[in-house]
């Protein structure tokens, strides 16, 4: 894609400011209206266009397929001469969709597909159910984008989806008088340039924002379209446009939007080049040696809710003595604090098989929401070299940030953001406060009739990991498949150890082991199937279940602990019993989960620490809620510190100084 006129290099260039979130009373009425947003009264007139749809598609079923190909014509056209969304046209020209899909793709929409498409092209988030077929209800809305000829993203979660969800729906995109394809990790500039110039395009969102951000460095701080057209006047030489590989932002449909938005949404993407700092790495090394003479409880404490480390004042004390006689560096009482509460948090707070694991003698960050390697990341600010010190791997030099940027931040940028997941309405109140995305529900195609069993409660995590490897063997034993579910690498190898000693064979599915993951997941359902997996799960691949699995009662969803999000085990639960289909899911949960540990009080731990399955059992769950609810308003304020940031930076500095600073 090469910019050729003006008009496309304004298109190209020019980015939407958020506007400024409402405060005080403002804030108030704009909460009103998220809640008037989500009526059900909302939801009846999207009804009343999903029938005005299935009543035209029956006129419709009657056409040759150039007569079809005609009618599409014609609204591509209207929806691309008026550049935007033509109301009166959405429910003819969404019928018209549906039938180019089941006639191209074998994939006739359902009513709550149709509805769930209709509510994105309306720029609101959709809450659909697990194998309620979310892949198609985006292509649908995505169809109507593309005709505009803005920019179309559909984001999803990794490089697979991405290409293969890209290459299944080719042939609707075609039939509409469009073309869709992909951005992947491995790709290089040329070949995003020309996917980018696609009509819809698939990719994920970290690919996406470090695109936009090499685009701003690419800039020089001269984004403005109109000082760029004067500068490409002026030096026709020099415009450097053919280095951008975007071709703007307009459209954004998220795929597992809750995780997207609100649990990546306070990590920044940072750009960062190799920056030689031998001082930093010396004193990474030093550090680690002066934690050792410190001691827990006695010299520093950790907030584990919090994930802080301070240091006691006996701590300060010994410090001051340690460092007597060490360089430079050291003799700042504010620069030695700083680094020897780095090296203690290294070893406190970061532990192999849950941020990280090792490969290749290197440090491989794990993205605890997906349980996946995020490769070519490092953590900033000296703490990637403190792990690699406290591990005794080779020390790499630090990265220097050249751009940077929220996710959360990001798609406030974008004209009209819309999404879909299994799970959205918990996170309501926030994706409505920051993103102005109103939620709705869409009911399954066929009744639900999953079994929720009683979750099973314990004292000590031996106990709860015994309990179950047992259950895990008896539902084998039965012919069931069972898919367990974990919060880290770790817990997973822990029972895939105890699996072994029952001599037990399973797939396991973590950060270490993910080369297979669609596969496995795929597979998940077979008769009799062992798969355990940490929160990744397989997020965008179906679990299919043959008659015998379904007679014997479905699969079986194990959750080993809760997570700090209740939409995280709807999510999980949410594998088993899919589209009308048989299943169960149980949980299983501890005093010594982590959960329990950051957000619950030592004394009432302590308390309840005599409870088992027949003891306490009102008291111990009414803490575990507690403690769930504790940890989302916890994750609310990140965000919204986030957001406090971000308003700083829109109202303090200009658009290309901060992404290029």
């Known amino acids: 894609m090469v910019l050729s006129v003006p008009s496309d290099d304004y298109h190209a260039l020019t980015v939407r400011r958020p506007d400024s979130l409402p405060k005080g009373l403002d804030a108030l009425a704009h909460t009103l209206v998220g809640g008037v947003e989500r009526r059900k009264s909302r939801q009846d007139a999207l009804w009343e266009q999903v029938r005005e749809v299935e009543s035209l598609g029956k006129e419709l079923g009657h056409l040759s397929d150039r007569h079809l190909r005609e009618r599409l014509e014609e609204h591509h056209d209207a929806f691309r001469r008026h550049r935007a969304s033509v109301p009166e046209l959405v429910p003819t020209a969404m019928a018209a969709i549906r039938e180019a899909a089941a006639r191209t793709i074998g994939l006739r929409a359902y009513p709550v597909q149709v509805l769930g498409a209709l509510a994105i092209h309306e720029g609101r988030l959709v809450e659909m159910a697990t194998g309620e077929g979310k892949t198609l209800t985006a292509a649908l809305a995505a169809v109507l984008a593309g005709w505009t000829h803005q920019p179309c993203h559909i984001l999803t979660v990794n490089d697979y989806l991405a290409q293969r969800d890209a290459e299944n729906f080719k042939p609707l995109y075609y039939v509409c008088g469009l073309k869709a394809d992909c951005v992947t990790a491995a790709m290089e500039a040329d070949q995003r340039r020309r996917a980018y110039g696609a009509h819809v395009c698939y990719t994920t969102s970290k690919e996406l924002l470090a695109d936009f951000l090499r685009d701003r460095l690419q800039l020089q701080r001269v984004s403005d379209p109109q000082r760029r057209l004067i500068r490409q006047i002026l030096r026709p030489t020099h415009n450097g446009k053919d280095t951008l590989v975007l071709r703007g932002l307009h459209t954004a449909i998220v795929d597992e939007a809750d995780s997207i938005l609100i649990d990546e949404a306070v990590t920044p993407l940072i750009i960062a080049q190799p920056r030689a700092n031998p001082m930093l790495v010396e004193a990474c090394m030093a550090a680690r040696d002066l934690v050792d003479q410190l001691e827990p409880g006695e010299h520093y404490t950790v907030d584990y809710r919090y994930r802080e480390v301070k240091l006691t004042e006996a701590g300060e004390d010994r410090l001051e003595e340690l460092v007597e006689g060490l360089p430079p560096v050291w003799q700042g009482v504010g620069r030695s604090r700083e680094l020897i509460q780095q090296a203690i948090t290294a070893r406190e707070l970061f532990l192999p098989g849950r941020q990280y694991v090792i490969q290749e003698d290197k440090i491989m960050i794990v993205d605890e929401f997906t349980g ?95 309990a179950i490897a047992d259950d895990v063997e008896r539902m084998h034993a039965g012919g069931r498949p069972v898919l367990v579910g974990t919060r880290s690498v770790e817990a997973s190898e822990k029972l895939a150890l105890r699996l072994d000693a029952k001599e037990l064979d399973y797939n396991l599915l973590n950060a270490v082991r993910h080369a297979e993951e669609a596969r496995i997941i795929a597979e998940a359902g077979l008769e009799a199937k062992i798969t355990i997996a940490t929160n990744m799960a397989g997020r965008g691949t179906d679990i299919m279940l043959s008659r015998e699995v379904a007679e014997a009662g479905g699969l079986h969803v194990i959750s080993t602990e809760r997570h700090e999000a209740r939409r995280i085990d709807r999510q999980l639960f949410g594998r088993a019993a899919r589209q009308g289909d048989p299943g169960s899911a149980q949980s299983f949960v501890c005093l010594e989960d982590e959960l329990f540990r950051r957000f619950v009080p030592e004394t009432v731990r302590k308390s309840l620490a005599g409870v088992s399955e027949n003891l306490a059992r009102k008291p111990f769950l009414a803490s575990l809620d507690a403690a769930q609810r504790a940890a989302e308003r916890h994750a609310f304020r990140g965000l919204r510190s986030v957001l406090v940031t971000d308003t700083w930076l829109e109202e303090s500095l200009s658009f290309a100084e901060d992404v290029g600073a």
């Open 372 to 466: 996946r390697i995020m490769p070519n990341r490092s953590w900033s600010e000296g703490l990637h070299q403190a792990i690699e010190c406290k591990e005794g791997l080779e020390v790499t030099e630090p990265n220097e940030t050249v751009a940077r940027m929220s996710f959360q931040r990001f798609f406030r940028l974008f004209p009209r953001l819309s999404g879909m997941t299994g799970t959205a309405w918990e996170a309501r109140y926030p994706l409505w406060r920051i993103y102005g995305l109103s939620v709705v529900r869409v009911p399954t195609h066929k009744p639900c009739i999953r079994e929720v069993l009683p979750e099973r409660i314990f004292a000590a995590e031996e106990d709860k990991w015994a």
